[in-house]
T-cell receptor, first 113, second 108 residues
Framework: DTEVTQTPKHLVMGMTNKKSLKCEQHMGHRAMYWYKQKAKKPPELMFVYSYEKLSINESVPSRFSPECPNSSLLNLHLHALQPEDSALYLC????????????FGSGTRLTVV | AQRVTQPEKLLSVFKGAPVELKCNYSYSGSPELFWYVQYSRQRLQLLLRHISRESIKGFTADLNKGETSFHLKKPFAQEEDSAMYYCALMEGAQKLVFGQGTRLTINP
């Protein structure tokens, strides 16, 4: 298995809802990432987990809450989002070795109404 | 701050013509650079790593530390090369920073 799988592919939520995005990989990668990509913009890093511990938080608002239950799974819990949070949320994983690059999932397209 | 600059938002060339997508970077250490590609309706995928010095789908990229550049080149463009291309720099061991991207269109 050489893929990063994200669910759901699409999500519409109200500003008072609580939802979660899920990401899974079975490549034995020890680092996992959440990126946010707005339309016609590059991906921007949100969080990095290394060996299941949060190692980077790019000053993301607390309405986004990441969780790494085990080495294969990464969640992003969403609560009280704003319409401007609508974007494509990408999960990625890597071996954690600097020169190896990331493997990206296909993303969850989130719309906040 | 570390930066990756892709000066061209859009690039259009004819099939069979050479292609060069420009990327310049600023980084205080020894850079690890990548090219990622996003085809229409597909996921972002790794195209090249500078350290591997490989050719993928006919594309090559050479790191020029003197000019702080990592341009992506292909001698003869194909229609299937039409996509969004991102140059990216690894900051530290874990943070991948992307340039703004260049949308390449290959005209028949």
């Amino acid at each position: 298995d050489t893929e990063v799988t994200q669910t759901p592919k699409h999500l519409v939520m109200g500003m008072t809802n609580k939802k979660s995005l899920k990401c899974e990989q079975h490549m034995g990668h020890r680092a996992m990432y959440w990126y946010k990509q707005k339309a016609k913009k590059p991906p921007e890093l949100m969080f990095v987990y290394s060996y299941e511990k949060l190692s980077i938080n790019e000053s993301v608002p607390s309405r986004f809450s990441p969780e790494c239950p085990n080495s294969s799974l990464l969640n992003l819990h969403l609560h009280a989002l704003q319409p401007e949070d609508s974007a494509l949320y990408l999960c990625a994983s890597s071996q954690g070795i600097k020169d190896r690059g990331y493997t990206f999932g296909s993303g969850t397209r989130l719309t906040v109404v | 701050a570390q930066r990756v600059t892709q000066p061209e938002k859009l690039l259009s060339v004819f099939k069979g013509a050479p292609v060069e997508l420009k990327c310049n970077y600023s980084y205080s250490g020894s850079p690890e650079l990548f090219w990622y590609v996003q085809y229409s309706r597909q996921r972002l995928q790794l195209l090249l790593r500078h350290i591997s010095r490989e050719s993928i789908k006919g594309f090559t990229a050479d790191l020029n530390k003197g000019e702080t550049s990592f341009h992506l080149k292909k001698p003869f463009a194909q229609e299937e090369d039409s996509a969004m291309y991102y140059c990216a720099l690894m900051e530290g061991a874990q943070k991948l920073v992307f340039g703004q991207g260049t949308r390449l269109t290959i005209n028949p």
